[in-house]
């Protein structure tokens, strides 16, 4: 899969979201779990479909969309950034989940998640945070075992 390199530089702050895992699997393994709108609803959301035109992804929940998202990856890095351009959550337009790979040493990799803009001033902080708090074991679990979590009842105090 090829996606476009990020046409803006993406900063992130001391107060965005953040999760770190390390995971023993391949790093295309990794790419493709972020970049695949199939392999995202394996996953994260509660999507019931998802339609892509290029790099623009749209997932659908049962009452309409859930969220627009442009992905953006430079080829041979372990970069990955969703440029959110629509969501049912207002607060997240222009925010940025982002996904840094590096390799270690002992052939693991260890994956950076930063919701970029997901800041405790915005209302939907916590609940946010707790989503991510389910979503991101869910990807670690999906990324080891082919099967993660994404329609599960989630803790909102997580």
């Keep these: 899969m090829t996606t476009s390199a990020p046409s803006t530089p993406i900063t992130a702050t001391s107060d965005d979201y953040t999760y770190g895992m390390q995971v023993d699997v391949p790093l ?5 779990a972020v970049t695949d709108d199939d392999a995202i609803c394996g996953w994260w959301t509660a999507a019931i479909r998802s339609e892509r035109h290029g790099d623009d992804v749209r997932l659908f929940m049962g009452g309409g969309h859930l969220v627009d998202f442009t992905i953006e990856h430079a080829a041979g890095t372990g970069d990955v950034a969703w440029v959110i351009t629509d969501c049912i959550e207002p607060d997240w337009v222009g925010t940025t989940p982002t996904f840094s790979v ?3 040493d002992d052939g693991t990799h260890t994956v950076e998640f930063c919701h970029v ?3 405790p001033a915005l209302m939907c902080f916590d609940t946010c945070r707790a989503g991510w708090n389910h979503f991101m074991p869910s990807l670690h679990q999906f990324l080891e075992t082919g099967e993660g979590r994404p329609n599960e009842p989630r803790d909102p105090a997580a």
């Design 117 to 119: 803009g997901l800041r």
């Design 102 to 104: 590096r390799p270690n």
């Design 28 to 32: 295309p393994q990794i790419l493709e």
